[in-house]
C-alpha cells in the first residue's frame, strides 16, 4: 500500500496540489488507524478523556464562584485566578472569600454553619460536607439564598463599566462638535442602526423614543458580553437562564406597562370577530403575552450555550484524535465555527432587540379599522 | 426544562436586573439621551439648512425674475419718456412756429397800418403841400399874367370860351 502510493507521488509530480494532499492525509490516517489498532489502552483512555471533556464543557457553561482562568493540575487543585465574594443569606447576612471552598474541594465553615459547592451550587452541609440524595438523585440538603459575586456578575459589572465609559465618552464628545469623535465614530452608526431599522420601522415614529434606551442598552450589552463569551477568558453570561430571564422579564414588563387600551383590546375582547370566538382567543392571546418574552429567553439561551457546546467540543476532538489529521482539521472547523459565533453573538443581540422592539410596537399600535 | 429550573441561580437573576436597569438609567441619562439629542439637532440642522439653501435658490429666483421685471418696467417707461419727450418737443417746436407766425403775422400788420396811416398823413401833406404850392404857383402866374393887360384879357376870353363850349 504504502509503496504504491509513495512511487505515485514521486513518479507523477506534474498532479494538482490537492491530489497530493489528499494522498498524503490518507497515507497518514492509514498508519493512524494501524497504530491505533495496535495499542489495547487507547480505547479506554479515549473513554475518560471523552468524560473528561464532557466534564470539562459542562463546567464551563456554569457560573462559578471563583475566577479560574485555567487549572495546572486537577488532581493537586493547583488552578490560576482568583477567588470571589461569596453573599449568602441564610439567617443573616454571611460574606466570606470563595477560597474557603478550595475549588469545591473542601466545606467552607462560616459562623458555625457548613457550606460546600455542588455542581457549582452552594449547600448546607454538616462538617464532612455530606450531601444527602432522594432516590432521584437530587441533593436534598438545605440551599441557602445565593447573592455571591460569581464569574458572570464579575463579567456584568465589567461590561457595564465598559458600555458607561464607552458610551459616556461618546455623548461627552457632541458636547464640542456635533459630529463623534474617537470611539462614538464607530458606535454611532451602530446607535442609529438600531434607532432607523430597529426601533422605528417596528414601534413607529411617535411612540419610539421612550423605549430607545432600552433597545439600545440591552443591544449592546447583549452583543458586548457575547463577544466576551467568546474570548479565552471563558465567561459565557448569556448562557445563563437567570440572565436571559431577568432581560425578557424586563422586555415583558414594560411591553404590559407602556401598552395602550388597543392592546389590552386586542388580547381580552378580539374587535371583529364572533362573540364565541372572542371567548376562545382571549386565553390564547393572554398565554401569548407570556410566551413571547419567554420565546425571547429561550431563544437568547439556547443559541449561546448550542454554539459554546459545538464549539468546544469540536476543540475537544482535538485531543481525542490527537493526530496530523483530526487535530488540524478540527482545528480548522472551530476556528471557522469562532467566526460563525462571532456573527451569532450580534445576530442574537439584535433579533432579542428586534423582536423587543416588536413587542413594544404592539403595545403602543394605535387602532385602525381592519 | 427541569434541568433549566435547577440551573436558574436566584443570585445571578438578582445582580443581572439590578446592574441591567442600573445601567440602563445610567446610560440613560449619561448617554443615550445626549446622543439622541445630539444626533436629532445635527440631523434637524442639516434638514433646516437645506430647506434654507432651497429657500435662498427660490428667493434668488424670486429676486432675478424681479429685476427682470424691472428693467423690463424701466426699458418701457424709458422709451415711452423718450416718445412723451419727443411729442412734447414736436409741439412745443409747433407751438413756437404757431406764435412766433401770429406774432409775425401781427406785427406785419401794425407795420401795414402803420405804413398805411404813415402813407395817408404823408399824402394829406403832400396834398396841402401841393395845393399850397398851386396856389404859390397860381399866384404867381396870374401875378406874371396879370402884369400883362393883353395876356389878361386873351386868358379871360379864352376862359369864356371854355365856358362856352361847356
Do not use: C
Not at chain 1, 207 to 229: A, C, E, P, Q, R
Not at chain 1, 250 to 278: C, E, G, R, S
Not at chain 1, 291 to 317: C, D, E, Q, W
Amino acid at each position: 500500500m504504502h509503496g504504491f502510493f509513495e512511487t505515485d507521488i514521486l513518479s507523477d509530480m506534474q498532479k494538482p496540489f490537492y491530489v497530493k494532499v489528499l494522498l498524503v492525509v490518507t497515507l497518514l490516517l492509514g498508519v493512524n488507524a494501524f497504530a491505533g489498532g495496535n495499542d489495547p489502552s487507547t480505547g479506554d483512555e479515549k473513554e475518560s478523556l471523552k468524560s473528561e471533556i464532557k466534564e470539562f464543557i459542562g463546567h464551563h457553561l456554569l457560573d462559578s464562584h471563583d475566577f479560574t482562568l485555567f487549572t495546572i493540575d486537577e488532581e493537586k487543585n493547583e488552578h490560576v485566578g482568583f477567588p470571589l465574594p461569596v453573599i449568602l443569606w441564610d439567617d443573616g447576612l454571611k460574606v466570606f472569600s470563595s477560597a474557603k471552598f478550595h475549588h469545591g474541594e473542601s466545606v467552607a465553615e462560616v459562623d458555625g454553619n457548613y457550606y460546600a459547592l455542588y455542581h457549582g451550587k452552594i449547600v448546607k452541609t454538616d462538617a464532612e460536607g455530606t450531601i444527602n440524595y432522594d432516590e432521584d438523585h437530587h441533593a436534598t440538603n438545605e440551599k441557602p439564598l445565593d447573592f455571591s459575586i460569581t464569574k458572570n456578575v464579575v463579567f456584568i459589572f465589567l461590561v457595564a463599566l465598559l458600555m458607561l465609559v464607552l458610551f459616556g465618552k461618546m455623548a461627552k464628545s457632541y458636547k464640542t462638535s456635533s459630529l463623534p469623535k474617537g470611539v462614538g465614530r464607530l458606535l454611532e452608526p451602530i446607535v442609529l442602526y438600531v434607532r432607523d431599522d430597529i426601533a422605528i420601522p417596528n414601534i413607529g415614529k411617535k411612540h419610539y423614543k421612550k423605549y430607545m434606551s432600552y433597545l439600545l442598552t440591552v443591544f449592546f450589552f447583549i452583543w458586548i458580553i457575547n463577544l466576551l463569551g467568546l474570548t479565552p477568558l471563558g465567561v459565557n453570561v448569556t448562557n445563563n437562564i437567570a440572565v436571559t430571564f431577568a432581560l425578557a422579564i424586563l422586555t415583558y414588563l414594560i411591553t404590559t406597562f407602556t401598552a395602550n387600551k388597543n392592546y389590552w383590546k386586542h388580547i381580552f375582547w378580539m374587535p371583529d370577530v364572533p362573540v364565541f370566538m372572542k371567548v376562545v382567543l382571549a386565553p390564547i392571546e393572554l398565554l401569548g403575552t407570556f410566551i413571547k418574552p419567554f420565546s425571547l429567553m429561550i431563544r437568547l439561551y439556547a443559541n449561546i450555550t448550542a454554539g459554546h457546546v459545538v464549539l468546544m467540543s469540536i476543540l475537544g476532538m482535538m485531543f481525542i484524535f490527537k493526530n496530523w489529521i483530526g487535530s488540524p482539521l478540527s482545528f480548522g472547523l472551530a476556528f471557522a465555527l469562532s467566526l460563525l459565533e462571532l456573527l451569532v453573538a450580534a445576530l442574537q443581540a439584535y433579533i432579542f432587540t428586534m423582536l423587543s422592539a416588536l413587542y413594544f410596537g404592539s403595545a403602543v399600535e394605535e387602532h385602525h379599522d381592519h | 426544562m427541569e434541568k433549566l429550573i435547577e440551573q436558574f441561580s436566584f443570585g445571578l437573576f438578582f445582580w443581572q436586573l439590578f446592574l441591567f436597569i442600573g445601567l440602563l438609567l445610567l446610560l440613560r441619562k449619561f448617554a443615550w439621551k445626549p446622543i439622541l439629542d445630539a444626533v436629532e439637532n445635527r440631523e434637524s440642522g442639516i434638514k433646516d439648512a437645506l430647506e434654507a439653501a432651497e429657500n435662498a435658490k427660490k428667493e434668488m429666483q424670486n429676486v432675478t425674475a424681479d429685476s427682470e421685471r424691472l428693467l423690463q418696467e424701466a426699458r418701457v417707461e424709458r422709451e415711452s419718456m423718450i416718445k412723451e419727450a419727443r411729442e412734447m418737443k414736436d409741439k412745443i417746436v409747433a407751438d413756437a412756429k404757431d406764435l412766433a407766425q401770429s406774432e409775425a403775422d401781427k406785427m406785419i400788420k401794425q407795420a401795414q397800418t402803420a405804413i398805411e396811416s404813415e402813407k395817408k398823413a404823408a399824402m394829406a401833406d403832400i396834398k396841402n403841400e401841393v395845393a399850397t404850392l398851386s396856389l404859390e404857383i397860381a399866384e404867381k402866374v396870374i401875378k406874371g399874367q396879370f402884369s400883362d393887360k393883353g395876356k389878361q384879357l386873351q386868358l379871360v376870353e379864352e376862359m369864356v370860351g371854355d365856358i362856352k363850349l361847356n
